[in-house]
């Protein structure tokens, strides 16, 4: 059995959790908030979201956990055959995440956390991450997945980032830049149609609705 800790707020538990429902592993949630607590860091060394624990087995890191799902349970791949092909899913997924994912994260800590950002820093959020979008447009297919006719890795990273994205730039900024680009709101429609980002939002978006109620805090 697999034990998922952590919150679909998180990006990077966000892309777990859809990777294990394209692989159609069972698996079971535990929620939990990063943290520092000893009995937590023997699961997670930095105290970070999301981990696993793998019939007990702890495992920490998403790239690490996806990787290891990918080797598990092959037969559902999200990592195409060729060394190629797969080198332009990471290139893609890379783009994702330490451009436009790490490129935002002064925004998602100005409206979730509440943290300041003056305005240069808001510009040269913009500037980063309007780059990062680009270099993913450059490299997209589009048919109909971002690495071509197969639902990848990319696709999964994509559909935990973008959403997060579109959400932080328009909280701060007054602009939703994934909105401003055509292909990738197409994009975004066709991911929610699939069911494991469609049930994984549905969570990210009742944790937001708990939020705004009162009935949740971020810690």
């Known amino acids: 059995m697999i034990t998922l800790y952590g919150a679909a707020l998180s990006p990077h538990y966000a892309k777990v959790r859809i990777a294990l429902i394209e692989k159609g592993v ?5 929620p ?48 195409p055959d060729s060394p190629l092909a797969r080198a332009h899913v990471r290139e893609l997924n890379g783009f994702i995440e330490y451009a ?29 991450i309007e780059k990062g979008l680009a ?13 071509g006719e197969a639902f990848t890795l990319a696709d999964v ?4 980032v973008l959403p997060l994205v579109a959400l932080a730039t328009q909280q701060v900024l007054g602009r939703d830049l994934v909105a ?4 990738l709101v197409d994009y975004l429609e066709r991911l929610g149609d699939r069911a494991s ?21 971020l810690l």
């Open 26 to 30: 069972n698996y079971r949630e535990e």
């Open 32 to 79: 939990t908030s990063p943290n520092q607590s000893e009995e937590f860091l023997e699961k997670s060394p930095l105290g970070k979201i999301p981990c696993v624990e793998i019939n007990g087995q702890p495992l920490a890191e998403s790239g690490a956990i996806v990787e290891w799902l990918e080797d598990a349970y092959p037969t559902t791949a999200l990592l």
């Open 100 to 128: 436009v994912l790490e490129a935002t994260r002064p925004l998602m800590g100005e409206w979730l956390w509440g943290h300041h950002t003056n305005d240069a820093q808001r510009a040269t959020a913009t500037d980063r």
């Open 135 to 147: 270099a993913i447009l450059r490299r997209a297919r589009f048919s109909p997945w971002l690495a």
């Open 157 to 160: 990273t994509a559909a935990a």
């Open 180 to 183: 401003e680009l055509p292909d």
């Open 197 to 217: 980002v469609a049930e994984t939002w549905a969570a990210r978006d009742a944790l937001f609705e708990a939020l705004r109620e009162g009935r949740l805090q």
